[in-house]
């Protein structure tokens, strides 16, 4: 799968998430990365922010969380390009519900793991 098709991916995850939802995500910012950093190889997304349900009255910074999709892992675990177009939209739900306080456990129990 080329760059462009999996970006064209991430975007169509993106937009099948409901306006209403998508309107409630605050300064976050979704990048897409070859490779995850640190020790597990096989990472197909990451949140790196602070979650909605965290922040308190005090607000949060200027910066952006960051939601990152890997590629690298994403197309080497998928057959094809529908299951990669399939992971990651779960892969995008998933760390957006990180986004509003969700942990892994209930989203495991949710089929969202």
Same mark, same amino acid.
């Given at each position: 799968m080329s760059d462009e098709d999996f #970006?064209? /991916?991430v975007d169509d /995850?993106? @937009?099948a998430i409901p306006e209403d939802l998508?309107?409630?995500? @605050?300064n976050v910012v979704i990048l897409i990365e070859d490779e995850p950093e640190g020790d597990d190889p096989d990472l197909l997304g990451l949140y790196d922010g602070i979650a909605l349900t965290e922040r308190g009255d005090s607000g949060y910074g200027e910066l952006p969380d960051r939601i990152f999709i890997y590629r690298g892992p994403t197309l080497r675990m998928c #057959? @094809? /390009?529908q299951h990669v177009r399939e992971e990651v939209a779960i892969t995008v739900v998933h760390e957006i519900a990180h986004h509003f306080g969700i942990d892994d456990e209930r989203l495991h129990a949710l089929g969202w793991g």
């Open positions: #970006e064209t /991916a /995850a993106i @937009d998508l309107q409630m995500v @605050d #057959e @094809d /390009a």
